[in-house]
């Protein structure tokens, strides 16, 4: 199966500043190495493996003004995070929440939007939001809330008043992860100094840390978590050198 890179999973290429910079400054030279690392979040439905750095990476002074690429790699671990949650709370309802007039206090105003959704959840309530402020002057203040799903999320946003609500549902692990795809394309916007989102914790558990002495082996032991009444796995591997990604729906109990 060859899965559509730009669909599911939006980091996995690595992006040079300059396009005709040379790659032997910024690839580290792996000959030789035989020691892997291996990574599974069970319950977000990813595994991920790669070779274990032979020289540690070079520590610099913090920039007042970060890199490009510096805030490129930040981006690229803040879909990652996101996405592992939103998979393991099952954050399969995606709110958009617009203005007719700019806010004086937007943040206030989706604090107050959670408090009143949380009535509607029994137990933990998990969720995310990202929020894209009117900073830049092109894009109008907006929200992306993250919710699970809810048959009365019809008064959920009935409690919205300050502009149009869009509603959107993700059935499967997979179109979650696109989901959050989507509201990532606003991170580069963000200011440098502000959080890339807001979201409940507890949602995740430890990965399972392995290692292997071999590529196979180490793609191996990653798939092998791949539940066998899943047959939808999805496999990137050379991603950037020798590293790999491994995606599944998680099966749930509760699942309809």
């Known amino acids: 199966m060859e899965p559509d890179a730009s669909l599911l999973d939006n980091d996995t290429s690595y992006e040079l500043t300059d396009p005709e910079e ?45 890199l490009p690429q510096t805030l490129a ?24 929440l617009t203005y007719e007039v700019e806010s004086e206090n ?49 008064k959920i946003v009935s409690s919205w008043g300050k502009g149009i609500v869009h509603v959107g549902f993700n059935p499967s692990d997979g179109d979650i992860r696109r989901m959050v795809n989507y509201v990532a394309h606003d991170f580069p916007r963000l200011p440098c100094a502000r959080p890339r989102y807001r979201r409940s914790h507890g949602s995740t558990t430890e990965p399972i840390r392995l290692r292997a002495t071999s590529l196979e082996e180490a793609r191996f032991l990653a798939e092998g978590f791949v539940p066998r009444e899943s047959d939808d796995a999805v496999v990137f591997d050379g991603l950037y050198g020798a590293r790999g990604v491994v995606y599944w729906d998680v099966l749930r109990a509760n699942d309809p």
């Open 73 to 96: 790699s930040a981006h690229r671990r803040a879909r990652s995070q996101l996405r592992k949650h939103a998979v393991a709370a099952q954050l399969r309802i995606c709110v958009t």
């Open 22 to 66: 040379s790659r032997q400054s910024l690839i580290i030279d792996l000959a030789g190495q035989e020691e892997y690392w291996v990574h599974i979040y069970p319950d977000a439905g990813v595994a991920s493996f790669g070779q274990v750095r032979s020289v540690p990476m070079p520590q610099y002074p913090r920039r007042s003004i970060p």
């Open 106 to 154: 937007p943040v206030e105003d989706v604090d107050d939007f959670m408090a009143n959704a949380s009535r509607f959840y029994s137990g933990k309530f998990h969720w995310a939001v990202v929020t894209v402020l009117s900073e830049d002057g092109e894009h109008r203040t907006h929200h992306h809330v993250l919710l699970p799903r809810n048959l009365q999320i019809h």
